[in-house]
């Protein structure tokens, strides 16, 4: 089955770091770029940073530059994101999501996980 | 950068109506725009890429148009399952950029 699958959000305080987590199956991960999208609690998609499907090229949303590292282990169809610095704002649901071509960014996202939430607070 | 505004941010309609969403961008992006249905709770579903092309899978009651700066998403004929919220997207190379979404409900 094609689908991806999130884990390792969970309850941090601020300045703390987690690393969720992204499991693809049914389809030949090293040629799809990846991406990181978020949604705070209420509100809107917010693009959060992208991998391309080798791993050497990497982007980031100005709100996370210096503070989130995206990676990816295309050995184990994973694809990770390190949060570092965690702020209250950075508290939302996270969704990897996969580029509908196979080449470059990928375009569009055709296929999402279900997500999972991380919560800063003290 | 480019900036993605949608209207109107909620509409009320019924069962069988026509409903148009609208998504402008701040400059010229040819035809880089997806449209995605979100329902609560659940991870968006992509509908449209490329401004008009229709994803696979999804009722032809669906189409998107536009291209430069304006853009429309069409439902032809609202069904109970549609009431959702629809975001449009923007993308160029690894540059990405989510509307702030318009929410479908019923009146």
Not at chain 2, 67 to 92: K, R, V, W
């Amino acid at each position: 089955e094609v689908q991806l699958l999130e884990s390792g959000g969970g309850f941090i305080q601020p300045g703390g770091s987690l690393r969720p987590s992204c499991a693809a199956s049914g389809f030949t991960f090293s040629t799809y770029a990846m991406s990181w999208v978020r949604q705070a609690p209420g509100k809107g998609l917010e693009w959060v940073s992208a991998i391309s499907g080798s791993g050497d090229a990497t982007y980031y949303a100005d709100s996370v530059k210096g503070r989130f590292t995206i990676s990816r282990d295309n050995s184990r169809n994973m694809v990770y994101l390190q949060l570092n610095s965690l702020r209250a704002e950075d508290t939302a649901v996270y969704y990897c999501a996969k580029g509908r071509l196979t080449w470059g960014s990928g375009g569009s996202f055709d296929l999402w996980g279900q997500g999972t939430l991380v919560t800063v607070s003290s | 950068d480019i900036q993605m505004a949608q209207s109107p941010s909620t509409l009320s309609a019924s069962v069988g109506d026509r409903v148009t969403i609208t998504c402008r961008a701040s400059q010229s992006i040819s035809s880089w725009l997806a449209w995605y249905q979100q329902k609560p709770g659940k991870a968006p579903k992509l509908l449209i890429y490329q401004a008009s092309n229709l994803e696979s899978g999804v009722p032809s009651r669906f189409s998107g148009s536009g291209s430069g700066t304006e853009f429309t998403l069409t439902i032809s004929s609202l069904q109970p399952d549609d009431f959702a919220t629809y975001y449009c997207q923007h993308y160029n190379g690894y540059f990405f950029s989510f509307g702030p979404g318009t929410k479908v409900d019923i009146k």
